[in-house]
């Protein structure tokens, strides 16, 4: 594997991977008795049809037919500034972060346009936030009402984008969820729940879309989203951010390509600090399009996070709002959500306003921030030269993946394993995981996650089992096996299972034995 | 007693109303070309024998402006734009436009000065052009006027001639293109509007009628009519606005019913919500242009009682009957040359206009051609025209489920309200309204003077009024959206800005609102004003807390004036 650069020994200490082979580890297999079992069924309403109430056995002829969008012309588009919300009064994500886009994008008309149709948010499913992550102690929990309205407004453009009423969507809303990974023990990098993950997951339930890009266009890096279809094979997930040794996660090195079976559909491009327009339209023209291009995806995602601005207060890009608009133009993602961005009266206003038009296909050439002159940002030749490294190493890695896979499964038997160390930064929890792959020669396996939190004085075990939606039938049984065998285990408190093949999910605790079924 | 006028595109209604009562009615023919003419003949048969000192009030809703601009009977307006950072200017359709530099930011902080040699050189251009008025919109404007003021001086002391509109008068609502068009449009009517007030009060001077005398706006408020000549275009859709008053006054308090218009070849529905009529959440469109005219949610639909019926072959080889959207022309039954919904409705015994014999013969043919007897014939259309209403008043439901949410609060309010009254008002609606009423699953209610319905409301409508309150804590400053200026905070009583709550803007408002009130002589119904909506946003700079946002929006909302005793009429 090409690792490139050779500068990435630190961002190796948290996240070595230890190939444990085919040894399992034994557990008790006592058998739970039902009686003991107090089962809670968990449904929420939703405005879109409830698949609870379909056939169990055969997800695969669940989907809605998506319509041809060809004819399409409007720019869906939910803007939810969730103006009663805060994190707390003073932190960057407060009721303010979209006050000066709201007077921007109403004082320019933009919702009058008859290119733009302006849509009501809802609230997502438990369900449809089931489908992703491993809340604890429970859902209600990490997503909080706002919580719901900004995934569920991910879900009425999905929709609008599936019955071709939009050619494309740009959910413009708070909170944010890019550094959100499968397990939610509590808010990290302004995240609870990811957004992005729960709208590719509702888009494969409902749609049956297969093979989905993200690219994530944040100048931090969306380890959230890349932790989550980290070992999924059909999901690109392609990730441009400020170098992770200098920015918060602190990851996104370029050797982060993958689990076994995924490697290549992880792409990570580190930014030297101070890159401009000029530096991320390179990137995005030598090395994100022609891997989409590759890719072939169904539908592309933004993960548009607007803090590579050159006036953002948290991070030290140089990105104008013309060149968000054009970086739009070009990537013309099916759809965008807003991810980070806390310049809300420098950058803000003016960047929503290019996105909006450049998508809406409208001219955004008098959009500019008022202190920006054209050619005030120059790229540095050496940082030039970095970006052509990373771009010719990630070209390599990418045109190279199926080799890659092959050489690294073989290093595996049955099972793939790896710890994470994972710092919860807004609530302040250390977490420690470990994760198991199975190494399945039929589908993309299914992974079990050991998770312990500490949080000042508490510390909480959980044991999470995931079944794919595309599973070998092997698999979900297995799957749930281990599901099973957990139940007794004193060591946890909380066992959850994931099966969105059969899009079932559960969550048992073991202190009070009652199981909620979502 | 009380005096109501509506001038409708068919007809002019008019209403006495004694004590609470009608006291008498009248309809004359609209005549488009003089609606002076249609509305002081109204005003003379509606009155004929009472003594002019009777007259307690005079309310009159009309289409001058409508007219004026479907039309295009307006002056030219030379648009002098301040467009600032964003859409490109060159994507506006609004004529005779000069773009001019200069911008304002959204907390009305300059951030590009304006060029005054350009202002010069671009009023030398219109005045050579001819144009006599202007109107001056800067994006923000409402945030600061000082360009649009600046402007103003620079045009009053090159051009003393030109007529100035500025657009923070006109509307302090956020949405540029809405602003400018507004302002064209008061611009360009504002004259023409003058004059017909001016006729107006000559008319009443020479009936000895002193009573005090009203327009009615689109949000179904009554206005002085001197106040009236400073907002013309907020008396467009003012017809609409009456009916819905009207079925307000004949309906028993606090139901939700949706008004039903229906007329010749349209059929005009509002809603009222709990006793409330409903507002549009953004401003009328005018013709090809968006506005920040406040008015009541209406929609119109192509169909009414002289509509062209027809047969259609569907793809699987059936009959069906259609309706409209052209008109046919007056009824068959009434002279018409083609069916229309009327002959099936005078075929059934629902109406009794017209020739019953030709009525019959005009669904005879429909009836033929469908295969079905004749009264199955007539039932199909009356059905599919019932359809075709209730259909648009779902959609008007759900259009207003799906509005826009930008707060949780709004978004978790269940917004799943149906109609318990279908109320029938003007004079289409009698044959129809069960009809469509039995589809909504409501009661069809046609209250006494039904037909007149529209003339009652303009009769008993009182004031409205909206206040939006503005406080900028860091810049020490508040405007009020209405009134376009920004003032002083060391003005107000309000001690330690940086300390200051929403109770405190929202007194400040209420203070505001009542000298509002005062100016526009509705002073006795400033206890009538609600808060609509109050906010406040923290301004955080550096880690900081810099100064607090607040937004305070205050109305005193349509309603009845309490001369009209609504319980005895329900």
């Known amino acids: ?518 | 007693m009380l005096i109501g006028i509506d001038v409708g595109g068919t007809t002019t209604d008019a209403v006495l109303i004694q004590n609470g009562e009608v006291y008498s009615t009248a309809k004359v023919p609209t005549d488009a070309g003089n609606l002076l003419k249609s509305l002081i003949g109204a005003l003379d048969e509606v009155s004929r024998g009472v003594p002019p000192e009777n007259f307690k009030r005079v309310v009159f809703s009309t289409t001058v402006i409508t007219n004026l601009i479907a039309e295009g009977k307006t002056d030219r307006v030379a648009l002098l734009l301040i467009p600032g950072p964003g859409v490109n200017p060159a994507s506006y359709v609004f004529p005779d436009s000069f773009y001019l530099k200069g911008a304002m930011d959204y907390r009305g902080r300059e951030i590009q000065p304006l060029d005054e040699a350009e202002v010069r050189e671009t009023v030398n251009r219109i005045r050579e052009q001819g144009f006599s008025r202007a109107a001056v919109v800067s994006k923000f404007g409402q945030r600061n006027p000082s360009h649009e003021l600046r402007v103003e001086e620079i045009l009053r002391e090159m051009y003393p001639g030109c007529k100035v509109e500025l657009g923070h008068k006109v509307s302090g609502k956020l949405n540029f293109p809405r602003r400018v068009a507004t302002s064209m449009l008061a611009s360009a009517t504002g004259e023409r509007y003058q004059g017909f007030v001016a006729e107006i009060k000559k008319a009443l001077e020479e009936r000895k009628i002193r009573a005090p005398v009203y327009i009615l706006k689109a949000d179904g408020g009554t206005l002085p009519i001197e106040k009236s000549v400073e907002f013309p275009v907020e008396t467009i859709f003012s017809g609409p606005a009456a009916s819905t008053i009207g079925a307000l006054a004949l309906t028993p308090e606090g139901q939700t019913s949706v008004v039903v218009d229906i007329g010749g070849t349209t059929t005009d529905l509002a809603l009222i919500l709990s006793g409330k009529p409903l507002i549009a959440s953004k401003g009328a469109r005018l013709g090809n242009f968006l506005t920040h005219v406040r008015a009541f949610a209406v929609r119109s639909i192509a169909v009414g009682g002289d509509s062209i019926v027809r047969v259609r072959e569907t793809g699987d080889g059936l009959r069906k009957v259609t309706i409209g959207p052209e008109r046919a022309g007056p009824a068959y039954c009434m002279g018409g040359e083609k069916p229309t919904p009327t002959d099936a409705l005078r075929v059934l015994g629902l109406v009794e206009v017209g020739d019953p014999e030709r009525a019959k013969d005009a669904i005879t043919a429909v009836a033929s051609s469908l295969g079905k007897p004749k009264t199955e014939a007539a039932s199909l259309i009356v059905d599919a025209t019932a359809e075709m209403i209730a259909q648009a008043v779902r959609e008007m439901f759900l259009e207003w489920e799906q509005e826009p949410a930008y707060r949780i609060w709004e978004v978790l309010q269940e917004k799943k309200v149906r109609p318990e009254n279908v109320v029938g008002v003007g004079g289409g609606a009698k044959g129809l309204i069960a009809g469509v009423a039995e589809k909504l699953n409501a009661k069809p209610v046609i209250p006494d003077h039904s037909e007149v319905g529209n003339a009652i409301g303009a009769a008993v409508a009182r004031p409205t009024l909206t206040l939006n309150l503005r406080i900028d804590t860091q810049q020490k400053v508040y405007s009020v959206a209405e009134e376009g200026e920004i003032v002083s905070l060391n003005s107000t009583d309000i001690g330690n800005f940086n300390r200051m709550r929403s109770e405190e803007a929202e007194s400040l408002a209420t203070k505001l609102l009542r000298e509002r009130a005062k100016r526009f002589g509705v002073s006795k119904y400033a206890d009538e004003a609600e808060v609509v909506s109050s906010e406040v946003f923290n301004v955080v700079e550096g880690w900081f807390t810099a100064g607090r946002l607040f937004d305070v929006s205050m109305q005193i909302p349509a309603g009845l004036i309490p001369e009209w005793d609504r319980r005895e009429k329900a």
């Open chain 1, 1 to 518: 594997m090409k690792l490139g650069l050779g500068k990435i020994k630190d961002a190796l200490k948290g996240g070595s991977e230890k190939n444990t082979g085919a040894e399992k580890k034994e557990l008790n297999e006592e058998e739970i008795e039902p009686h003991r079992v107090e089962e809670v069924i968990v449904k929420t309403k939703t405005s879109e049809q409830k698949s609870e109430d379909e056939p169990e056995n055969e997800p695969e002829k669940k989907h809605m037919i998506p319509v041809n969008r060809s004819g399409a012309r409007r720019t869906g588009l939910i803007f939810f500034p969730a103006f009663d919300w805060a994190i707390s009064p003073t932190h960057p994500e407060r009721e303010e972060r979209l006050l000066y886009t709201r007077d921007q994008i109403f004082e320019e008309g933009l919702m009058d346009l008859p290119q733009i149709a302006e849509y009501k948010p809802r609230l997502a499913d438990f369900k449809d936030i089931a489908r992703v992550h491993f809340c604890v102690p429970d859902i209600k929990a990490q997503a909080t009402t706002p919580h719901l309205i900004a995934a569920g407004s991910c879900l009425v453009l999905a929709d609008a984008l599936m019955r071709g009423e939009v050619k494309n969507a740009f959910a413009l809303i708070r909170p944010p969820g890019h550094h959100s990974m499968t397990v939610a023990h509590g808010n990290r990098g302004f995240c609870n729940i990811n957004n992005e993950a729960i709208l590719v997951e509702y888009l494969r339930k409902k749609y049956g879309i297969r093979r989905i890009a993200i690219v994530d266009t944040d100048v931090h890096h969306g380890d959230g989203t890349q932790e989550i279809f980290y070992n999924d094979p059909d999901v690109l997930f392609i990730s441009f951010h400020q170098d992770g040794r200098t920015l918060y996660p602190g990851s996104g090195f370029m050797n982060e390509l993958g689990g076994p079976k995924a490697l290549g559909r992880t792409i990570n491009i580190p930014l030297p600090p101070g890159t401009p327009d000029e530096g991320i339209l390179y990137v995005l023209d030598a090395l994100v399009m022609p891997i989409l291009k590759d890719f072939r995806p169904e539908l592309v995602l933004n993960s548009a996070g607007q803090d590579n601005h050159y006036t953002d207060p948290l991070a030290n890009m140089r990105f104008s709002a013309q060149g968000y608009a054009k970086l739009n133009e070009k990537l013309a993602p099916d759809m965008a959500v807003l991810e980070g961005g806390y310049a809300i009266q420098s950058a803000l206003p003016y960047v929503n306003t290019g996105i909006i038009l450049a998508m809406a296909g409208l001219d955004y050439s008098c959009v500019k921030e008022p202190d920006f002159k054209p050619g005030m940002f120059v790229q540095a030749a050496r940082d030039r030269q970095i970006l052509e490294g990373v771009v010719s190493t990630q070209l390599e890695n990418w045109n190279n993946r199926d080799s890659l896979v092959e050489a690294e499964i073989a290093k595996h038997g049955d099972f793939y394993r790896r710890k994470k160390q994972i710092f919860y930064d807004t609530d302040m929890i250390q977490e420690l995981q470990e994760e198991t792959v199975r190494m399945c020669p039929d589908c993309q396996g299914y992974v079990t996650i050991d998770s312990r939190a500490h949080r000042s004085i508490n510390d909480t075990r959980i044991f999470g089992v995931s079944v794919p939606i595309y599973a070998c039938n092997r698999c979900q049984e297995e799957a749930r096996e281990e599901y099973k065998k957990r139940l007794n285990s004193p060591v946890y408190e909380y066992v959850y299972l994931q099966d969105k093949k059969a899009d079932e999910y559960r969550a048992y605790n073991i202190r009070t034995k009652q199981e909620t079924v979502y």
